[in-house]
């Protein structure tokens, strides 16, 4: 069996990869990343790491569905929408997408940069907002090395990992422009602390936010 196993992973790479990254949902998450102006692949990616693309999934903690959304955040999000909601609606792939790339969106634009909305994602805004009082100077990679919370520092690692690893099996799968390409990624996160274009900023405006 052993034997088997490895040489069907070693003579058929591509279906492999396949079966490793599975891709579902395409036209909803072609349709929230356009909404939303988010990267379909790190769409992929969120999905990947929150659920394995199993919309009935739900941690221990009580996040529900594809992109792991909490009832109280969906009851909030909702809210923002203009959307009637129930906790049930959560195990539904449209709104569950929709409701994440929504929330992403947000957290990206109270933040200004991706990694940090990927934090925020995972651990919450005020964690968040914390970490950015504390941080003083350096850069977004600095202050995301020093997160307390391994298993955040884990989450934003692996769901940049899988958006990399989703644009490379599924290349063409979706007609969006092209995302950034890693080294670019790369160079946005290097962007000082202090700089008047990016934290220093986001600490002006982060009080504007969730609010009621």
Known sequence: MTVAFLWYRWSSPDKWEHILYPLEYQDLISEASAKYSIDPYLVCGI????????PFSESKVGAIGLMQVMPNTGTWIAKKQGRKF???????????????CWYFNYLRSKYGDEKLALAAYNS?????????????????????????FKETRMFIRRVEAARDMYEKVYPNEFTTDKPRSRGERR?????P???NANLSVIRAKRAGYFTN
Not at 88 to 100: C, Q
């Open 47 to 54: 999905i990947y790491v929150e659920s394995k693309f199993d």
């Open 86 to 100: 129930d906790p049930d609606n959560l195990t539904s792939p449209e709104i569950n997408i929709d409701m994440g």
């Open 124 to 148: 919450g805004y005020k964690n968040v907002d914390r970490w950015l009082k504390q941080a003083g100077s350096g850069t977004v990679e600095d202050l995301v090395a020093k997160i307390p």
């Open 187 to 191: 160079k946005s996160s290097a962007i």
């Open 193 to 195: 602390l202090n700089s």
